[in-house]
């Protein structure tokens, strides 16, 4: 009598690109219909004009699989569309803030969408006070300092 087991049809095999055999979302992206991508294209912009972070999106397939799904299907979701659904994204979060300011948000947190802002679009309580000087710039400044008529001439000035 044979002891050996028939290999299971659900054992999750590699292939050699893409999700294991037997994943239910292994070729979601080819199996969804124009109508399907379209409600989950409106979802997403809605999500975004709410102005939810990109990566929290998940209505009925994961982020990552929209991204791809973005990436091969630009009849749909198109470059504009996605700049102008962005830019209404943006606009919603300063909304939030100014209204924070002018106290028509009275239960908002400043500090909480100040850290939300910096999170989101890289924004920075730093300022930045000394300006770039260009070596041209540097030379024209030591010259009227120093009287000099060559860089090499002028000493280490550490105001310039």
């Given amino acids: 009598m044979n002891d050996e087991r028939p290999e299971s049809p659900n054992l999750k095999k590699k292939r050699g690109k893409g999700a294991p055999l037997g994943n239910k979302n292994a070729n979601i992206i080819d199996k ?3 109508k399907q991508i379209e409600d989950i294209k409106e979802h997403y912009y809605e999500h975004l004009a709410m102005g939810f972070p990109i990566h929290s999106f998940h209505y009925k397939i994961s982020y990552k699989t929209l991204q791809k799904l973005i990436e091969n299907r630009p009849d749909i979701f198109d470059e504009e569309g996605l700049e102008m659904i962005k830019s209404k994204r943006y606009h919603t979060m300063i909304s939030i803030g100014m209204g924070q300011a002018q106290g028509t948000i009275e239960k908002g947190n ?3 969408w100040k850290v939300l802002m910096a999170n989101m679009y890289g924004w920075s309580d ?3 006070t000394k300006q ?7 030379f024209r400044k030591a010259v009227l300092a120093h009287q000099a008529s060559e860089l ?7 105001d310039l």
Avoid: H
């Fill in 32 to 34: 969804l219909t124009d």
């Fill in 110 to 112: 400043p500090q909480a």
């Fill in 126 to 128: 730093k300022v930045q």
């Fill in 132 to 138: 770039e000087i260009s070596l041209e710039d540097q």
């Fill in 152 to 158: 090499s001439e002028v000493e280490e000035d550490e």
